[in-house]
C-alpha cells in the first residue's frame, strides 16, 4: 500500500503562485511514474502533469503547458507541482496519483494509476 500526504493547497489571487507537495511511501519511490490529476464542481477529473522515473520525462496537459512545472525529489519522495500565472479556471481540487510500477504508457489517463492522494482545493479568485 503506498500512502500519499498532499499540501501546499490553498486560495490566491488571479496570476499568482502556489506550490503543491505530494510526499508518497515505498522503497522504490525511484522507480514510481507520478501524476497529478484536478477536479472542478461539476466537472469530470482531468489530467494536468505528469512525470517518469525513467529520465525524469515530464508532460503536460495543454491548459497548464508554460505555466506548471512538475518535479521529484527521490530522497524525499516527493513530487512537486509549481503553478504560475495561475488563472480562476485553474481552480479545483488537486489529486496526486501513482503508477506504483513505472509501468504505463498513457499517463494522462486515471486509470494508469494505482493510487490516490486525498486531495488538496486549489481556488484562484479573479
Known amino acids: 500500500q503506498v500512502q500519499l500526504v498532499e499540501s501546499g493547497g490553498g486560495l490566491v489571487q488571479a496570476g499568482g503562485s502556489l506550490r503543491l507537495s505530494c510526499a508518497a511511501s515505498?522503497?522504490?519511490?525511484?522507480?514510481?511514474?507520478m501524476g497529478w490529476f484536478r477536479q472542478a464542481p461539476g466537472k469530470e477529473r482531468e489530467f494536468v502533469a505528469a512525470?517518469?522515473?525513467?529520465?525524469?520525462?515530464?508532460s503536460y496537459a495543454d491548459s497548464v503547458k508554460g505555466r506548471f512545472t512538475i518535479s521529484r525529489d527521490n530522497a524525499k519522495n516527493t513530487v512537486y507541482l509549481q503553478m504560475i500565472s495561475l488563472k480562476p479556471e485553474d481552480t479545483a481540487v488537486y489529486y496526486c496519483?501513482?503508477?506504483?510500477?513505472?509501468?504505463?504508457?498513457?499517463?494522462?489517463?486515471?486509470?494508469?494509476?494505482?493510487?490516490w492522494g486525498q486531495g488538496t482545493q486549489v481556488t484562484v479568485s479573479s
Open positions: 496519483a501513482v503508477d506504483k510500477y513505472g509501468s504505463r504508457w498513457n499517463l494522462a489517463a486515471s486509470t494508469s494509476y494505482d493510487y
Open positions: 515505498g522503497a522504490t519511490f525511484s522507480r514510481y511514474n
Open positions: 512525470i517518469r522515473w525513467t529520465g525524469g520525462s515530464t
